[in-house]
């Protein structure tokens, strides 16, 4: 790295200039959610005023009133509909910006994404045969195997397209990934389809949408959530040595097994949880995680940090665009991501393999 | 096994010799390859026919063989309705479009060198499909419109992803990633187009996400297959220059071959198969890809055969819609079945590959 060779007089100054970039970034982000939460509790079929909006949830404080000059519909198309929703893309936003910067750290892949690499879609087909089969009906009893679908897709992708190993290319596991995604998704649709009423519940959930979200899901989820940030945290420094090769994370004391181990931990609990929540969203993982980086740079805690902010921040916005655009129908934010996505994934792709061959 | 990336000494990129064929095997291997590639080709077609007389005897009426065969070969009564009206066109679709996805994916597989070059996997289907939504969507829906439709559709993406995968050559999995990315994007798109379309009109389109045979009858059928037939003398043409193109573009040239022209003639019968198919069924997928492949270790050819992909195609395709309708409780899109099926045969193809680089 050429900045060790310079002076300490002169790098200390650009070390300060990367960390107020990065706290500016961070700042920024938390704007940006905070408008994003809110156009996501304004817009709609039923559009409410900003200023209503913020009257209406600050109404949720202690002592508040529900302010008596904005409609009860109004009222009630906020709190009882949008809230919950905003709160769901909140938690499984966070849930999937992590899981993407995460599953980049440690595969050393940045084509991937918790949705690419068909672990979303390993939830989701154990969330079909959980209601399908197992008479599971509320997601509290899901949840469990969106978990343990979510680490057999990330455990049997990773094999297939050889992770981490010498042999395995990026491309190659992005492949593996999207064969395993194929054939995942392919089932859980030909197993909702065939029994339609049982699944009245998850219709809407397997596109990925967020519509008619009740309390239940996120209030589930979320603490499963918060956990894997707070590990994903905790990982993060150890991931920056993985990130530079396995030989050069062993030579400074870090043991890499358990470090991929963990990440495993991580993107279970997120993909997984997140995927119970919102069902099975693509490409979300894979912008934010580029964004992440493109704006603090190779640190993984910064990114983890970002990425938890820019998540919702995207998954919010991609849900409000799905709202508008085909009313009175919606269009699933899952659609949504994957439409604003590709394109991401087309221009990492091409700045990947630059050659030709 | 081919490799994904192809290499030099591939018998399936370099199609001159295959070393495996001076090898004497018991059986089939006795003859002369030549003559064992037509017993092979012709036990397909035997067993897609076999296949086809089951098909037709399953359903909530269910036939025995011999009484399927009467009512093909002109008896009364109502299993000649049964099986002449409602399961004769789709039987035949199946085998028919199944048909030409194999075929194009055999030539679009030997053009670019690449297994998994094939339409459905770089996103030629789904921009079909695309086309075909428009047409149908802006109310000018009859056969011919619609398989125009998406024959622009696909032709117009073959075009983009082209371009976007071209960076000093096309690097065969970067081909493959911005494919599937426009795959993605183009199914947010269709499904955005129905969404919007239904709000105006009643579609049966909708039905059509995964691709289904369940709405061809006769009068959707016929058509297509006349435009299929007239594709499928291009494509006989186009056999001899395609396996000279193989060779590679300076020995096509000094047979006199225009590389070029050929080319674009090929991809533009390549994409019209799938079009064809599209506009009728909606997008089909992974039957492209894995036709031609399985029909190269049946025929044990050292290219992709082009007949033999067309014949397992569409055994494979109608073996994909029996399970389609009658394995589930509920009927099922048969592009559901043909996902399942192709995505395994994906995986499959990796995990031998990583063994053989291993």
Do not use: C, K
């Amino acid at each position: 790295m050429a900045t060790t060779t310079l002076p300490g007089a002169v790098r200390a100054p650009r070390a300060a200039a990367r960390t107020r970039r990065r706290v500016a970034g961070l700042v920024a982000a938390v704007v940006l959610l905070v408008v994003a939460l809110l156009l996501g509790l304004a817009v709609g079929a039923r559009p409410v005023a900003l200023g209503d909006v913020v009257r209406v949830v600050a109404s949720l404080l202690p002592g508040g009133a529900v302010p008596g000059d904005v409609a009860p519909a109004d009222v009630a198309a906020v709190l009882d509909l949008r809230l919950p929703r905003t709160a769901a893309a909140l938690v499984a936003g966070a849930g999937l910006g992590v899981a993407g910067a995460v599953v980049q750290a440690v595969t050393r892949n940045p084509l991937a994404d918790p949705g690419i690499l068909g672990v979303t879609a390993g939830s989701a087909f154990a969330v079909s045969i959980a209601v399908g089969f197992a008479g599971v009906t509320a997601a509290s009893g899901w949840i469990w195997f969106s978990f343990v679908g979510a680490a057999l897709a990330a455990v049997t992708v990773s094999l297939v397209g050889g992770a981490g190993r010498s042999g395995g290319s990026p491309a190659r596991l992005t492949l593996s990934g999207i064969a395993l995604g194929a054939v995942l998704s392919g089932i859980t649709s030909s197993i909702v389809l065939a029994d339609p009423r049982r699944f009245d519940a998850v219709r809407a959930w397997e596109v990925g949408s967020l519509a008619d979200r009740g309390w239940g899901p996120v209030a589930t989820v979320a603490p499963f959530v918060v956990a894997g940030i707070v590990l994903a945290l905790l990982v993060s420094r150890p991931l920056d040595a993985v990130a530079l090769g396995d030989d050069h994370a062993s030579s400074v004391g870090v043991s890499v097994p358990l470090v991929r181990v963990a990440a495993l931990v991580v993107v279970t609990l997120l993909a997984g949880g997140a995927t119970a929540v919102v069902g099975p969203i693509a490409f979300l993982g894979l912008m934010v995680a580029h964004a992440a980086r493109g704006v603090v740079g190779a640190s993984q805690p910064w990114t983890i940090g970002l990425s938890a902010l820019l998540g919702p921040v995207l998954l919010l916005l991609a849900d409000v665009l799905g709202r508008v655009a085909a009313p009175p129908g919606e269009l699933s934010a899952g659609l949504v991501t994957a439409a604003i996505g590709a394109p991401v994934l087309i221009v990492v792709a091409r700045r990947l393999t630059g050659g030709a061959r | 096994m081919t490799g994904l990336v192809p290499r030099r000494d591939d018998p399936a990129v370099d199609g001159r010799r295959d070393p495996r064929l001076g090898v004497r095997r018991p059986g089939l291997g006795r003859l002369r390859p030549r003559g064992r590639r037509a017993v092979a080709t012709a036990a397909v077609a035997l067993v897609a026919v076999v296949v086809a007389v089951l098909a037709l005897g399953l359903g909530d009426y269910p036939l025995s063989p011999p009484e399927v065969l009467r009512a093909l070969l002109g008896g009364d009564g109502p299993a000649s309705t049964i099986v002449l009206q409602w399961r004769l066109p789709r039987v035949l679709a199946a085998l028919l479009f199944g048909a030409a996805l194999g075929a194009s994916g055999a030539v679009f597989q030997s053009l670019t060198r690449n297994p998994l070059g094939s339409p459905d996997v770089i996103g030629f289907s789904t921009g079909a499909y695309t086309g075909a939504i428009l047409v149908i969507v802006s109310g000018a829906a009859s056969t011919i419109g619609t398989a125009l439709g998406a024959l622009a559709g696909g032709l117009a993406t073959a075009l983009v992803v082209y371009l976007l995968a071209w960076r000093r050559g096309v690097h065969g999995l970067r081909l493959i990633i911005v494919g599937i990315a426009v795959t993605a994007l183009l199914h947010s798109v269709n499904s955005w187009l129905l969404l919007r379309a239904q709000a105006e009109v009643a579609l049966s389109a909708s039905f059509w996400g995964a691709g289904s045979l369940a709405l061809v009858g006769w009068p959707q059928l016929l058509p297509a297959a006349a435009l299929l037939a007239v594709l499928a003398v291009l494509v006989a043409g186009l056999a001899r220059p395609l396996r000279q193109l193989e060779l590679g573009d300076d020995a096509a040239r000094a047979h006199g071959l225009r590389a070029e022209g050929t080319r674009l003639a090929l991809v533009l019968v390549g994409v019209a198969l799938t079009a064809v198919v599209t506009a009728s069924t909606g997008p089909i997928i992974f039957v492209a890809l894995a036709a031609p492949q399985l029909a190269r270790r049946v025929v044990r050819s050292a290219g992709v055969p082009l007949l033999g992909a067309a014949l397992v195609g569409g055994l494979l395709l109608l073996v994909a819609d029996v399970v389609a309708q009658h394995v589930t409780t509920t009927p099922v899109p048969v592009g559901l079945v043909t996902l399942v099926i192709g995505g395994a045969y994906l995986i499959s193809l990796l995990v031998a590959e990583s063994r053989r680089t291993r």
